[in-house]
């Protein structure tokens, strides 16, 4: 098992250094070059040459690499040029936003899509499976900021169920202690703003727990159907086995590892539907930042950190999900 | 798979595939290919799959005989009392009314499916092509070549499939419908290479390749007319899902700012991701008609896409 770790964490490194090789030569082949991205077409040869000199770009490209590698593992990915902050304040401003967004929308999906999925396979073929079946494909067919714009338009337009956008309402005072504003509220015993913090997470929670949640809706129902027809859950019932133990330990138990694996994968996928998610909603996470940064002039610092965060949390991610199969099929620790 | 879905790729490729079908199978039984294809022709969900995908390329087809007016040309009807707050609706004339430049909706909603089908055919096609060379490369040779290539799917992979072609699109220097092909194309060439390796993998155990290889058959031949053909099956199922993703691909593309900039264009991701969200609030028809279309198109390739994978899984095999 830890040879197992170990192999991986390395694949991981030798994964996550490649990408930051090629966003080094991407950055470097910018149309005009860095400095021309940094300073934009109208400076003068004089500031040009300066920022080359500055930012080292006059030096050969090997050393250039090192000090780029350098930099990123000490984590300084320089100023936005946007708003001249340092990458990694912007970055850490917009990280609470999506994290709680994302988990928002997991136990919304997971917590839904699990028994969901387990019923419609137990009722195969009945009414509730079709039903969820047809829910699921079109749930993967319905363009997701298109789906925000509609629940925005019914929920807040038409019916005031909920705000239209935004983290927090005016005039609520919320101490900020960890960025998670319905923690932050809960902490500090503000429980006006964690309700209102979570009256704001709702919508764009369920926003981005569609798709999640109808791959994880099938992908139970599958797994399920499959345990169903083993030779071990009849032999449960032969024994007599009250229903709650074969459902618990023969069923369930067995059919979640597939389901782990989508839960993992939906997750480390987040990111792709938070970008538009967060745009439906002005919802100021690092996905309004991923778009922010692109639109118009781009960021480059902010893009590339980024790009290296995200990887960073989808492979990691991947990684947790295959190593807690251990945990869940003791077969995958003999191994 | 249907017979419609091999019609798609023209006759000649149709006949080799069932020929190749036919020489792998068992003597006297029944191929895999046709066995699928009597399945699939009993499957409801593929008849419907493959019915909206038949429509799709049938309205693409014939646009310009079923559209009403010209899709680019702006009619004084209807510009005369456009403003940002009204945009006229639905008249004998222009049966969904205008759109924000005074252009006749429907026609350019029919026409879309042209750019749609292009764009998703591109895409596809496009990823297909490098994932099935890559991972043919990679499950014929292994050793190092295998190991480079996979290293660099697990580098395209390591991101989000969006972020990837968020990133992509941003690397180009402006963008054009060619950026946004590409992008989502590239976004799919490791999902390919990975699944064409692995089944080309499963092939090389296989004793059918076992026994080419003990009858003295060139390495080249086991890999080109052994290996490679029974492997596609599922490729060739994944790209018809892939397409599904393609479409709402480049549709949120658009939605971001970073899609086809020609506003000339007819296209249904650009048509909801930009005016149908810009003008949601004056009128949200906009995005609807074009949303709509986009996810019955979806849908259809994904039920057909479904249906094939279902019927070529060997545990439904009788």
Redesign the interface.
Known sequence: MLRVIVRRLL?LV???I??SA?IFI?LRNL?GGPVDALLGERATPETRALLTKALGYDQPILVQYGKFMQRILTGDFGNSIRTGDPVTEVIGRAFPATVELALAAMIIAVGLGVPLGYLAARWRGRFLDNLTIAGT??G???????LG?LLK?VFTQNIHWFPPSGRVSTGIDNTNVTGFFVLDGLLTREFDAAADALWHLLLPAITLATIPLAVIVRITRASVLDVLNEDYVRTAEAKGLRHRTIRGRHILRNALLPVVTAIGLQT??????A??TE?VYNWGGLGTL??DS??GS?DYPV?QAL?LL??LV??VVNLLVDLSYAFIDPRVRVR | MSERSIGLLGERKKARLEELARASADKGGVSLVRDAARRLRRNPVAIVGAIIVGLFVLVAAFAPLIAPHDPVQRFDELTRNLTVDNIPGASSEFPLGSDPLGRDFLSRLIYGSRQTLFVGVLATLIGLAFGVVFGALAGAFGGWIDVILMRLTDVMLALPSLLLAITLVAMASKSSQWTVIFAVAIVNVPIFARLLRGSMLAQRESDHVLAARALGVKERNIVLRHMLPNSLTAVIVQATLTFAVAILDAAALSFLGLGDPDINRAEWGLMLGVDGQRYFEVRPELAYYPALAIIVVALGFTLLGEAMREAIDPKNRR
């Open positions: 694949q030798v994964t996550l490649a990408l090629l991407w149309p494909l079109l993967i067919s319905i363009p997701i900021f298109f714009y338009d480390g996928a987040l990111l792709s539907g970008v538009l745009k991923i778009t692109i639109s781009r893009l790009i995200a990887a989808f492979v």
